[in-house]
């Protein structure tokens, strides 16, 4: 398997605009999570899904932050409009709830600069 | 509330000595631990994980984590450090029906 499959890599965007991060989940996997990372406050949790529905959105900053997932193979996370306050690693996970074990793998990230 | 502290944002150790990196947490019931590490650049990858039974825990890369249930600790080790191990590295705990919660991360620089 490929592993998580996160895009952009990178991204460099102006206040205001609109940014869509991408992730696709391993494939089997039924918890999709998308945290993010910041010097100040580390690795939060934004939101996460569980056969595609979202079951704890209660980390996502704000009403400008929304995260969908239509299928178990495809998430995306849009941040409308951006800030840069916003700027940050933002890394998608996933995992198998069998066994309940609860180890997640991570994508490499998208870094976001918003300007 | 599921938690994990890590109490040293760096540590530094020379190639060839022992590492210790430091984690307490805090939960009701029974806790679930885990230990990441990130590279430059990199997403989290697994370490190593706490579920029940033997206190000893091997890893991935020759890491082990020692869980210690009257002094709540998950403390991460390894028997002689390797320049290569130098990264930034996580405690977590299961914080919910399967989501973690992670520590602020500790920095590891091994010295040649």
């Known amino acids: 398997d490929a592993g998580v499959i996160q895009s952009p890599r990178h991204e460099v965007t102006e206040m205001g605009q609109e940014v869509t991060l991408r992730c696709k989940p391993i494939s089997g996997h039924d918890y999709l999570f998308w945290y993010r990372q910041t010097m100040m406050r580390g690795l939060e949790l934004l939101i996460y899904?569980?056969?595609?529905?979202?079951?704890?959105d209660s980390g996502m900053p704000e009403d400008r932050f929304s995260a969908k997932m239509p299928n178990a193979s495809f998430s995306t996370l849009k941040i409308q409009p951006s800030e840069p306050r916003d700027s940050a690693v933002y890394f998608c996970?996933?995992?198998?709830?069998?066994?309940?074990?609860?180890?997640?793998?991570f994508g490499e990230g998208s870094r976001l600069t918003v300007l | 509330a599921q938690s994990v502290a890590q109490p040293e944002d760096q540590v530094n150790v020379a190639e060839g000595n022992p590492l210790t990196v430091k984690c307490t947490y805090s939960v009701s019931g029974n806790p679930y631990l885990f230990w990441y590490v990130q590279y430059p650049n990199r997403g989290l990858q697994f370490l190593l994980k706490y579920i029940t039974g033997d206190n000893l825990v091997k890893g991935s890369y020759g890491f082990e984590a020692e869980f210690n249930k009257s002094q709540t600790s998950f403390h991460l080790k390894k028997p002689s450090a390797l320049v290569s191990d130098s990264a930034l590295y996580f405690c977590a705990v299961r914080a919910g029906a399967n989501n973690l919660f992670f520590g602020t991360g500790t920095r590891l620089t091994v010295i040649p």
């Open positions: 899904f569980n056969n595609n529905v979202p079951i704890d």
């Open positions: 996970a996933s995992s198998f709830s069998a066994g309940r074990s609860g180890e997640l793998f």
